[in-house]
């Protein structure tokens, strides 16, 4: 199976940072890629399929860039609504993976 | 509007079984594969399951595979998790999620709110 890495685990920032969160799969998964956020108590929501397409909705400061193995959610300038967890998530293989999730928390 | 209902959720003991269901609506249910998800307390997600629109292809995780059984009712436009043996590891909320295409390489869309599965005695 694929193994998917994120870091860092915790993230500690301020409103207005730019912030960046790695993911690496443990073999090319092209750009089979999604990244996830999640709020204390809800579903998770999609941000980005195929690695860099944003869906509709997400604000402009998220981006998503990387195939291959190596792949990067950035936020321009964190804002308050951004404190959440993150995971990416293979779907290259039928048998999908996540990451174990960064969570962004308040500096 | 698409929405996704998770139930089923239950206190079990350790080697019982449970049957999660997950009523689809506001699309065309049977045009799409449907997963199911789950989160233990304070941890991270895991892909569980998943059945491709016509329900003729499945596949699962090792944690699960041979005592879980994903499945679907086109005509109830219901997605189902039979879980057989569990065990106290298997204690989490349990989300369906719709799957953007029918089989494949595809994002998971929509997500219900999830089903509290725990298992202990």
């Known amino acids: 199976d694929i193994q998917m890495t994120q870091s860092p685990s915790t993230l500690s920032a301020s409103v207005g940072d730019r912030v960046t969160i790695t993911c690496r799969a443990s073999q090319s998964i092209s750009s089979w890629l999604a990244w996830y956020q999640q709020k204390p108590g809800k579903a998770p929501k999609l941000l980005f399929h195929k690695a860099s397409s944003l869906e509709s909705g997400v604000p402009s400061r998220f981006s998503g860039s990387g195939s291959g193995t190596e792949f990067t959610l950035t936020i321009s300038s964190l804002q308050p609504d951004d404190f959440a967890t993150y995971y990416c998530q293979q779907y290259n293989s039928y048998s999908r993976t996540f990451g174990q999730g960064t969570k962004v928390e308040i500096k | 509007e698409v929405q996704l209902v998770e139930s089923g959720g239950d206190l079990v003991q350790p080697g019982g079984s449970l049957r999660l269901s997950c009523a689809a609506s506001?699309?065309?249910?049977?045009?799409?594969?449907m997963s199911w998800v789950r989160q233990a307390p304070g941890k991270g997600l895991e892909w569980v399951s998943v059945?491709?629109?016509?329900?003729?292809?499945?596949d699962y995780a090792d944690s699960v595979k041979g005592r879980f059984t994903i499945s679907r009712d086109n005509s109830k436009n219901t997605l189902y998790l039979q879980m057989n043996s569990l065990r106290a590891e298997d204690t989490a909320v349990y989300y369906c999620?719709?799957?953007?295409?029918?089989?494949?390489?595809?994002?998971?869309?929509?997500w219900g709110q999830g089903t509290l599965v725990t298992v202990s005695s």
């Open positions: 506001g699309f065309t249910f049977s045009t799409y594969a």
């Open positions: 059945i491709s629109g016509s329900g003729g292809s499945t």
């Open positions: 999620a719709k799957e953007r295409g029918a089989y494949g390489d595809f994002p998971l869309d929509y």
